[in-house]
């Protein structure tokens, strides 16, 4: 019995934190749903300013609207821009397209994937070969495929629960479509949109084609998935009928941007850092109000919410809005150099790049002791719904990130209609649910607030 | 050690049903995701037959068209329909209303409550007394509201994150916001839309005068929360401005309608029934594809993914299609009406009546046992991101229905896009998404056939 007066003490110092910290997050998520900028801070990066491809206008002003806002919100410590060169990619006049049927012309919605070549000003016409995967075009050959435009349509598999898995599944075709298809002597080709739904929106999304010089290129386009049924099927009818496609684009010098970092001084431990971001670019056929508008203004919520409830982080915290994710990873790449070049000790980077849709919780990249660690909070999530915390990716941005305690995570809020609106031309702020967005922004806080308070 | 090897078996026993289960849930999932017709019913339901409120023609077109595809599914043992007076409620011409100010008038949208009486023909002009609650009417009392239009203001609590219970708070006002101001000798009532986004569409919904005679009852319309802003901006201006709205809806004689039912005969325990369903009439101001055509091509999706699957329940299966959830609940008391009349033995009853939103779990109408019993299947949900078994309500329409042993549960769906849609002109098909309508009928199904296979 002599041990139990220091057992109950134990017992109830537990108890005191557990229930501090569920008012802490109680207190987090009220903030969030009732006092929150992050819908306006979209609201403006959307509708005002518009798309934020890297090097393009709406990239500058980007930068410094959430610089104005960060400085204007006496939230941090410190706001400041790392300069990083970036590539400037431009898709130049509408695409256009159809498919030409005997003296039938049939249009179909195209866009240039990012970083394709332009096809010649007149366009190109060729018939056409319908693939399903890279590998079929070693089983064709360059007999089959020289002079024909290839066109991969295999879509997105429907039976993954989590969308992103059949994303990356189905996304080879997109990434490498182009360079494998140039070496059998092809001269363009159409990729399915990468989308589960039937409509007809192209998604762009960038094309790789490695080492490949310039000249050797081949245009490389996306068709919406209507557009796709319908092509395949009218080669069903006629496998000799062609397709034209002309798209403009063209690659520019690199030029210089800016990753926008605030910065919360840590109380107690102020050389341990911790990341909160999300990124400042986008594709250009919409505002990218999901991707990555929404990580980048729950980032600034994040720290908003500190402030609203008077929480003094003990660690260092850093809001980074990287540059330059969709087509290059210039931002988040920089950022590291200059950690690195710093000596910077970064203990806990989160990415929110997955839409601003319901929070289900975070995939964690870390130790098997992070891992559990992270899900011992668990039952203090459970009130909000938040309840998937498994291992996986943080995010592109913080992937270059290295430290030697760094534990990563990624928001992972519910995928279902990710794709409906990823890269496309309806990735605009009328998708975006304010309240989705908020959970968002409040998830990720009560996480960086308990590792800030118990440690990882 | 003498028990091991009984321990053993036992425990293999145990791994056995719970892998068969495992993999039957995949099958579920898999049908669901890649193989269902909930969505192309629902678009049928939505966009060929439209509204269904109770004793319109889209009621009626609804109950032959689910009735032909029951029939038609070769899933079903019967189907049948259960005769059922339902109340007949018009909204007549479409509502008008303005705000006048000195000599400016500001059109602002709104639309009558279900329900509600007709303005005299050339409307109704009055001043505006603005309450935030049912409670505020007895403070203010007779003298000052008397020959005014009652303005109910109380916005939906954004900080609860479950959105039902800011529903169910903010919803007196609705319900029986005319009832309690025509004591005190109000000409009419204005209440704000149930939902959390500001947009300009009226949510309509049921209003209730209790036993008040027809003569006495005042008319009720929703106004759009932007029109509630405006109105509460200007009044904090001019308190003397007037409000003006005509609303020409009636009531008729009650006509005859059906509950829809499909049965699939029980393999060994006929005698038991296990109920589906979700309410096949909606509110006239859209399709109602999210309440409650989504509940029921869910339902009716429960047997075609049981034939998919090639499995054959154990007990009796029912997919009711009730009518007139909406505005009076006949097809619910008349079901139990009869259950009781024939004797029949219920043991489960689930409805989906919360949009077709993606499936977070269930919440459970019974005894802790019946609740432990079904959270004790949650791991075998978590791959599909489902993990929510609580206590609460099943669902209006199973309501009525009573068994010596039943156990209720309502699909739980994420709530917080529900009230963007909920009675508005925009619960429509667009604003479904397949994969999220697919998941919920797969999480129905599995629920059921574990509840068939191990019993409650």
Same mark, same amino acid.
């Given at each position: 019995?002599?041990?139990? %007066?220091?057992?109950?003490?134990?017992?109830?110092?537990?108890?005191?934190?557990?229930?501090?910290?569920?008012?802490?997050?109680?207190?987090?998520?009220?903030?969030?749903?009732?006092?929150?900028?992050?819908?306006?801070?979209?609201?403006? @990066?959307?509708?005002?300013?518009?798309?934020?491809?890297?090097?393009?206008?709406?990239?500058?002003?980007?930068?410094?609207?959430?610089?104005?806002?960060?400085?204007?919100?006496?939230?941090?410590?410190?706001?400041?821009?790392?300069?990083?060169?970036? %590539?400037?990619?431009?898709?130049?006049?509408?695409?256009?397209?159809?498919?030409?049927?005997?003296?039938?012309?049939?249009?179909?919605?195209?866009?240039? @994937?990012?970083?394709?070549?332009?096809?010649?000003?007149?366009?190109?016409?060729?018939?056409?070969?319908?693939?399903?995967?890279?590998?079929? @075009?070693?089983?064709?050959?360059?007999?089959?495929?020289?002079?024909?435009?290839?066109?991969?349509?295999? %879509?997105?598999?429907?039976?993954?629960?989590?969308?992103?898995?059949?994303?990356?599944?189905? !996304?080879?075709?997109?990434?490498?479509?182009?360079?494998?298809?140039?070496?059998?002597?092809?001269?363009?080709?159409?990729?399915?949109?990468?989308?589960?739904?039937?409509?007809?929106?192209?998604?762009?999304?960038?094309?790789?084609?490695?080492?490949?010089?310039?000249?050797?290129?081949?245009?490389?386009?996306?068709?919406?998935?209507?557009?796709?049924?319908? $092509?395949?099927?009218?080669?069903?009818?006629?496998?000799?009928?062609?397709?034209?496609?002309?798209?403009?684009?063209?690659?520019?010098?690199?030029?210089?941007?800016?990753?926008?970092?605030?910065?919360?001084?840590?109380?107690?431990?102020?050389?341990?850092?911790?990341?909160?971001?999300?990124?400042?670019?986008?594709?250009? $056929?919409?505002?990218?109000?999901?991707?990555?508008?929404?990580?980048?203004?729950?980032?600034?919520?994040?720290?908003?919410?500190?402030?609203?409830?008077?929480?003094?982080?003990?660690?260092?915290?850093?809001?980074? $809005?990287?540059?330059?994710?969709?087509?290059?990873?210039?931002?988040?790449?920089?950022?590291?150099?200059?950690?690195?070049?710093?000596?910077?000790?970064?203990?806990?980077?989160?990415?929110?790049?997955?839409?601003?849709?319901?929070? #289900?919780?975070?995939?964690?990249?870390?130790?098997?002791?992070?891992?559990?660690?992270?899900?011992?909070?668990?039952?203090?999530?459970?009130?909000?719904?938040?309840?998937?915390?498994?291992?996986?990716?943080? !995010?592109?941005?913080?992937?270059?990130?290295?430290?030697?305690?760094?534990?990563?995570? !990624?928001? #992972? %809020?519910?995928?279902?209609?990710?794709?409906?609106?990823?890269?496309?031309?309806?990735?605009?702020?009328?998708?975006?649910?304010?309240?989705? $967005?908020?959970?968002?922004?409040?998830?990720?806080?009560?996480?960086?607030?308990?590792?800030?308070?118990?440690?990882?």
């Amino acid at each position: 019995m002599k041990k139990l %007066p220091f057992l109950l003490v134990f017992t109830s110092f537990l108890g005191f934190a557990q229930s501090s910290d569920e008012e802490q997050l109680k207190a987090i998520y009220h903030q969030s749903l009732t006092n929150s900028k992050c819908y306006s801070w979209l609201d403006y @990066l959307s509708n005002t300013i518009g798309h934020r491809l890297s090097g393009s206008v709406g990239a500058e002003k980007a930068v410094q609207y959430t610089k104005a806002q960060m400085e204007a919100s006496g939230t941090f410590d410190k706001v400041y821009l790392q300069e990083v060169m970036v %590539p400037k990619w431009v898709r130049g006049e509408k695409e256009s397209a159809y498919i030409l049927d005997g003296k039938k012309k049939v249009a179909v919605p195209i866009c240039a @994937l990012g970083g394709s070549v332009a096809t010649p000003k007149k366009g190109i016409l060729a018939e056409v070969v319908e693939v399903k995967s890279l590998k079929e @075009l070693e089983t064709l050959g360059e007999a089959k495929l020289t002079g024909k435009i290839i066109f991969f349509n295999r %879509p997105m598999n429907p039976e993954n629960v989590q969308a992103f898995l059949s994303y990356r599944d189905a !996304g080879d075709q997109r990434r490498s479509g182009a360079k494998e298809s140039l070496k059998y002597g092809a001269l363009g080709v159409i990729v399915r949109s990468l989308t589960f739904t039937l409509d007809d929106f192209p998604h762009t999304g960038n094309t790789n084609y490695g080492d490949v010089s310039i000249d050797k290129r081949i245009p490389a386009c996306a068709i919406s998935t209507n557009g796709a049924n319908l $092509l395949s099927q009218m080669l069903k009818q006629n496998p000799t009928l062609k397709f034209y496609f002309k798209q403009s684009c063209y690659q520019e010098a690199d030029v210089l941007s800016h990753n926008v970092i605030g910065e919360i001084k840590g109380t107690s431990t102020p050389e341990n850092i911790i990341v909160v971001g999300g990124h400042l670019d986008s594709w250009d $056929l919409a505002d990218g109000s999901h991707d990555d508008g929404a990580g980048c203004v729950q980032s600034m919520e994040v720290a908003n919410i500190f402030k609203n409830i008077g929480y003094k982080p003990k660690n260092t915290i850093r809001v980074v $809005l990287f540059m330059n994710e969709e087509n290059g990873g210039r931002g988040g790449d920089k950022y590291q150099e200059l950690a690195q070049k710093n000596n910077e000790n970064h203990i806990f980077a989160m990415e929110s790049d997955s839409g601003g849709f319901v929070p #289900r919780g975070f995939s964690i990249e870390g130790t098997d002791a992070n891992l559990a660690k992270i899900s011992s909070f668990k039952n203090l999530f459970e009130p909000y719904f938040i309840h998937s915390f498994t291992a996986g990716h943080g !995010g592109s941005d913080i992937e270059p990130l290295t430290s030697p305690k760094l534990v990563k995570a !990624g928001l #992972r %809020p519910d995928s279902q209609r990710y794709f409906d609106y990823h890269h496309a031309g309806n990735d605009k702020f009328d998708a975006i649910n304010k309240r989705e $967005l908020e959970l968002g922004a409040a998830t990720m806080t009560a996480l960086i607030y308990l590792i800030d308070t118990h440690g990882i």
